[in-house]
Structures are given as structure tokens and as C-alpha cells.
């Protein structure tokens, strides 16, 4: 009867084990499923950039930035956004104060002046009035007029935050001319 007893008791021990591995086996699955299916938050220290909701990649194209254009900044809680011009293959010819010039003897001027940006729930919210207007406002109000079509990335933005820097390459909707319509001339 004892060797019974023994017997029962080592049974019951290895049914407890066994049990107990099952239910962490059941939490460790529980936890790697509902860890993966968070976002990871922005580790401190680097910066994380979305444009509209769509993440960006640093030192990438952004495409056209809309006025009115929200960028959110993960992994900073004080940050500091600078505007350069930029030119890579999309030359173009402009005239400033009358004299004529070519993009690409702006490129790293500084245009920030160019673009109004305020406070945004987790960034900042971009604006601006056209091309024309972005760069007399760096060049002191001087009268500018872009003879073409200004198209592609055609501003570097530099978002800082202490020793982390983020940067990403833009272009900005056509500028809309004035238009006068004559409803003399329109025929439906």
C-alpha cells in the first residue's frame, strides 16, 4: 500500500508540472501575439517622420507637400524644422529682382522664411502661399517670377531635435497664375 501511496503522489507532481508548463506556454503565446500587433513606440533619440498619416523615410522623397500639409515627429519632444533649396536633375530658370538664374545656384539657400508652420497635435502643420512668394521672402521681398513649370523635389527640410537629425526631400503644388476669364469669349 505504500508503494501505491509513493506512486500516486509522484503522478500527481508530474500532472502539476506538466499543467503549469502548459499554462506558460499559453501566456508566452498570448504575449508574442499582442506585442507584434502594437506599433513599437519611437525609441528615444530618433526620429520618426509621417506626412498625412504616411511615413516617411529619412533622407527620401516626400512627393508634393499640399499647403496646409500636417507632419508629425515621433521620438521628440522639442524640435526645430529648417527649409533649404534644393536641386538634383530639375533645373530651372528664374528671375529675381530682374536678374536671371538657375535653381541650382540656390541650392542649401535657406527659405524657411518662405513657409508659415504652426502647432499640429503631434508635429506641425506646413503652409504656404506658392513658389514665387517662398523665395522673395528669403531674398528680403525681392520680385521673383519662375519661367517654368517649377516641379519635382525642389526643397530639402531638416527637422532636429538635440543630437537626432531628420531630413527628407519635397516639391510643392503649381502655383496658380492669374487668371481672367472674359465671359464674352466663353461658348457653352
Not at 519632444?77 to 530658370?93: L, P
Not at 539657400?109 to 502643420?125: D, I, K, M, P
Request: glycine share 8%; hydrophobic share 45%; charged share 15%.
Amino acid at each position: 500500500m505504500a508503494n501505491k501511496v509513493k506512486h500516486n503522489k509522484f503522478t500527481t507532481i508530474i500532472y502539476v508540472v506538466i499543467v503549469l508548463l502548459v499554462l506558460v506556454a499559453v501566456a508566452g503565446v498570448i504575449v508574442h501575439f499582442t506585442r507584434n500587433s502594437q506599433t513599437p513606440p519611437a525609441e528615444e533619440g530618433i526620429l520618426s517622420v509621417s506626412i498625412d498619416g504616411e511615413n516617411v523615410a529619412n533622407g527620401s522623397s516626400a512627393g508634393t507637400l499640399v499647403s496646409g500639409t500636417v507632419i508629425a515627429v515621433d521620438g521628440a519632444t522639442d524640435c526645430s524644422v529648417a527649409v533649404y533649396a534644393y536641386c538634383s536633375d530639375n533645373d530651372f530658370e528664374l528671375t529675381v529682382d530682374g536678374d536671371v538664374y538657375y535653381w541650382s545656384e540656390f541650392t542649401d539657400l535657406n527659405v524657411t522664411e518662405g513657409f508659415t508652420f504652426s502647432t499640429a497635435e503631434s508635429g506641425f502643420e506646413v503652409k504656404y502661399t506658392g513658389f514665387t512668394d517662398i523665395v522673395s521672402k528669403s531674398q528680403s521681398g525681392a520680385e521673383v517670377n519662375a519661367v517654368d513649370m517649377v516641379s519635382g523635389n525642389i526643397f530639402r527640410m531638416v527637422i532636429t531635435s538635440g543630437e537626432s537629425e531628420f531630413e527628407f526631400f519635397f516639391g510643392i503644388s503649381a502655383e496658380i497664375a492669374d487668371i481672367a476669364l472674359d465671359i464674352y469669349h466663353i461658348v457653352f
